[in-house]
């Protein structure tokens, strides 16, 4: 078996993208197969401290678009693979009780393997659709994915298992099962609740762990965490009044508490995520779960938009090494000028220091989803 170093043919990979041939660790010992994905640059720069390795015949067979091809239909596949995730998770939580679990599970496959491949952009999903209002569809299945997509990286942060994980983000997923369309009407609703959507609400998470069971999903955490997202230790929760909560349910409440608060409603507007960590702190500081979701995200999280001490406007696309300095795909130049392509930003770095937040609007130019994935891909 000839081989070369996979540094040596780092041009012919594309971060996001399927792999055109197979990666070996230097005892030739199969990492990565072929069509599997290097998701970002320290994972690849990972590869290149172990002594990756690939074979030689099969680089030669393998055929590969030139990057720039390749990002540039990857970046415009992405949104639209977002939306059919959304309404495939519609139609899993609204399914009947004989195709809901397959259904679940076919959603959870799809979201978790568009998460796989771009984790930084999946947590500007969260950031982005809430904060600047260009997220469109059924606000429960929104809330649903977003939720979901908060506790899997929780979980990651956190060490649990892949199989934890995905119990993790199908609770989540789940958790508001029995009132998904409610959730929708009370997104636009400015009048007090009715006595019926109270007592809807207060039922919620038992009813919602039994639909689950009558659906066939067998899984005692699962089920117990989306009976008890809203009990809090020490017996003030919903419906049950419980003292002891398990961890996963307690995961569960803080990111729908997180991702809540960044969803704006017709009675009150978006926090940005800044502020939803700020307040998430303050609730629940000697919380882990609270923390890992935090951190997850991190202080200005991936989809922000930021100014930048140069006088730049930009977003971040990936947390730094400190929780102060992302990295940032700069937009505009130091005049507020748009720039014909991004220049990213280290911010790390004397003179690109983050010096505040800014809304969509505060950007001269349509920022669209495909323009957003662009960026991500290309981080």
């Known amino acids: 078996m000839r081989v070369c170093s996979l540094s040596s043919v780092k041009n ?3 971060l996001g993208a399927p792999l055109p041939f197979s990666v070996r660790d230097s005892t030739r010992m199969l990492l990565l197969a072929r069509g599997q994905v290097i998701v970002d ?10 002594g990756a390795l690939v074979e030689v015949d099969e680089l030669a067979g393998a055929i590969q678009p030139a990057p720039q091809e390749t990002r540039a239909r990857r970046s415009a596949a992405i949104p639209a693979e977002w939306d059919k995730c959304g ?3 519609r139609l899993a939580l609204t399914a009947a009780p004989a195709d809901m679990a397959g259904a679940i599970d076919h959603s959870t496959d799809s979201l978790l393997a568009l998460i796989a491949q771009a984790p930084d952009l999946a947590l500007s999903q969260v950031v982005r659709r809430n904060e600047s209002g260009s997220g469109s569809g059924h606000y429960g299945v929104n809330h649903s994915i977003h939720a979901a997509t908060a506790c899997q990286a929780a979980a990651r942060h956190l060490g649990w298992s892949a199989g934890e994980q995905r119990r993790a983000f199908q609770a989540a997923l789940t958790m508001n099962i029995s009132m998904i369309d409610l959730q929708a009407r009370l997104a636009t609703q400015v009048s007090p609740l009715t006595a019926k959507q109270r007592e809807t609400i207060n039922e919620h998470p038992t009813r919602s762990s039994e639909l689950l069971g009558q659906a066939g999903i067998a899984d005692e955490d699962w089920l117990a965490a989306v ?3 809203h009990e809090v230790a020490g017996g003030s929760g919903y419906p049950k009044g419980l003292t002891t909560v398990g961890e996963l349910a307690e995961l569960l409440r803080y990111a729908d508490i997180y991702t809540a608060r960044m969803s704006s409603r017709a009675n009150r507007p978006a926090m940005s995520a800044t502020q939803a960590g700020r307040e998430l702190h303050q609730m ?3 919380s882990p779960f609270a923390a890992a979701l935090i951190k997850s995200f991190g202080i200005f999280p991936p989809g922000s938009l930021v100014k930048l001490a140069s006088g730049e406007l930009g977003m971040v696309t990936r947390n730094g090494e400190k929780a102060h300095h992302p990295l940032v795909a700069t937009l505009t130049d130091a005049t507020g000028a ?3 392509s991004p220049l990213m930003r280290d911010t790390a770095r004397h003179g690109s220091a983050v010096v ?8 001269p130019m349509r920022l669209t989803d495909e323009t957003v994935a662009d960026l991500f891909c290309g981080a």
């Open 12 to 14: 012919r990979i594309v």
């Open 41 to 50: 640059e320290a994972q690849l720069q990972e590869l290149f401290q172990r």
């Open 87 to 89: 309404a495939d998770v």
């Open 227 to 229: 009976a008890q997202h």
């Open 284 to 286: 629940a500081a000697e």
């Open 338 to 340: 748009p720039r014909l």
């Open 356 to 363: 505040a937040l800014i809304s969509e609007q505060a950007m």
